[in-house]
Each structure stands twice: as structure tokens, then as C-alpha cells.
């Protein structure tokens, strides 16, 4: 099985992947307290953007067997109440397991992933249960994810 290591999330780091903004400690131009339009979030067609609540569970230890990506929209994952570690791996229609990198992603920073780019759930850093919200075009878990199950010599633990 292949190991990687945690990385610091950093704008440079992540890039290829997508963008975040630290919700807790906003930086750079406001209007006052209001820190305007910090992340943009494509969506394809006159989809409505949605908000969901994901309640995570931290595993015994962190094994990457499974990935999703979806064609036509980004996917935005904040961490209200734990530090979390995101997975992911470059855009492509096959899966590239053993490109998967991992960062830590503080709490309360929301990390905005490119379309196409292979993830699955944040994994909880320091509590059991860590809350989460999705941010995706509706329905997208119905008509615009694939999912693949990795075969157990390609899973990847992160450590």
C-alpha cells in the first residue's frame, strides 16, 4: 500500500487542486467586516447552489479505497468544527491513486476543489465526529458523480 504524508495547505500547494479561504481569519481588501467574494464557484446551466450538512466519522486509520469526481462543477467543503485533511488526486477521467496527495485544512477554512479533480469525504483530525457543509450545484450527487472503488493493491494511506 502506498503512504503519503500530510501537507500544509498553502495557495502554492494546492493549486492544481482548487482554492480555499480561511472563513475564521479573513484577510486582505473588505468593505468594512464584509471580506466580499473570496471564492468563485462555477457551475454549469442554471443549477442552484446547495448547502449540505455532512457529518464525518474519524476512521481507525486513514485509507484512501475509494474516489469521486464530477464532470461539470467544483465542490466546496468547509469544516465548521475540526481541523480536517482532504485528499485528492489530478483530474483525469481514470483514477491516478497513486498521484493522491493529502493536506491539513484548518477548521473553518473552505476549500473550493477544481472540477474533475478526484477526492471523497474529509477525515476529522481531532474529534470522532467532525461537521461538515458541501457546497455543490443540486442534485449533483445523482446526475454528475462518479465514483470508483480503488482495488486494495492501489489504496493509499495517509499518515
Known sequence: MNQIKVKTLTAESFKEFGSFTDFMNPEGYSLGDFYQDRLR??????????FSPLLIHKPEKMIVTTAEYHNYTQEGVL????????HVAPAGKEPVPELTEAFLVPKGTMVLLHTGVWHLSA??????LAHVMIVLPERTYHNDCVVVDYPEEKWVEIC
Not at 464557484?41 to 446547495?50: L, V
Open 41 to 50: 464557484m462555477h457551475s454549469s446551466g442554471n443549477m442552484q447552489m446547495t
Open 79 to 86: 469544516c465548521l468544527d475540526d481541523d480536517v485533511i482532504v
Open 123 to 128: 477525515i476529522p483530525v481531532n474529534k470522532e
